[in-house]
């Protein structure tokens, strides 16, 4: 996860290096650029030329050669921040699926989903259930979400005065055939309650009570995706 967030972010610093290019200015000479390096240019001269090189590719490749220590006395941009944010929850978003819902004695409510809901033959985009309540559904419901690398079903059950029982299925986006191998962990608070990796490609999981959860879905040591699941009474 941590190599997958770091190559976003230098993916996003690319991408803003090349949009304020054109206002980096001119290059430094090659004795300011030395200067710079050696940290002997003057307190006056080193945050215009610092400026200039998180903007310049060209100089910024030339200080790498040089093997330039971090700029420590620099701070970030608000703009590559706010960049960096909107992109590492893009990417986390792609292999995510967020369910919230709220209990109550016969029925429950999707809160909210970045699923498509399918429940009492009928099926509801992600994008339809933003502008519409889903309220007092009566047995379950199956919520399903193409992930980045698999689809995930999540079929939610409300056991009266017991909580949820939950069933995770992964499924190949293309063939939608069952991977069977694939292992499934109910997380809380950073700590495995349960984990099952069963033939017929389904993990459920009994008796869920209020809480917020996650279950990790997992193929020969790489991580898929995940669901977030936070349960409310």
Not at 30 to 36: C, G, I, N, V
């Amino acid at each position: 996860m941590t190599d997958r967030l770091e190559k976003v972010i230098g993916l996003v610093y690319k991408k803003w290096k090349r949009s304020v290019a054109k206002k980096a200015g001119p290059h430094p000479s090659a004795e300011e650029l030395a200067s710079f390096a050696q940290k002997t240019l003057s307190s006056e001269d080193r945050p215009a030329i610092l400026e200039h090189i998180l903007r310049c590719k060209v100089c910024s490749d030339i200080l790498a050669i040089q093997v330039l220590q971090p700029f420590d006395d620099f701070t970030v941009p608000e703009e590559l921040i706010a960049l960096a944010h909107e992109s590492v929850g893009r990417e986390l978003r792609k292999s995510c699926l967020e369910i919230v819902i709220r209990l109550k004695d016969l029925f429950f409510d999707i809160v909210s989903t970045t699923g498509d809901i399918r429940g009492d033959r009928k099926f509801v985009p992600s994008a339809v259930l933003r502008s519409r309540d889903m309220r007092e559904i009566k047995n379950d419901v199956c919520i399903i979400k193409d992930l980045k690398n698999c689809r995930v079903e999540v079929r939610i059950e409300n056991i009266l005065h017991k909580g949820c029982r939950v069933t995770v299925v992964v499924k190949e986006k293309i063939t939608g055939r069952v991977i069977k191998d694939a292992r499934c962990s109910l997380m809380r608070e950073g700590i495995e309650l349960e984990s099952y990796g069963t033939d017929s490609g389904k993990s459920v999981f009994e008796y869920i009570s209020a809480g917020i959860y996650e279950i990790t879905v997992v193929l020969r040591r790489n991580r898929l995706g995940a669901v977030m699941l936070e349960i409310r009474k």
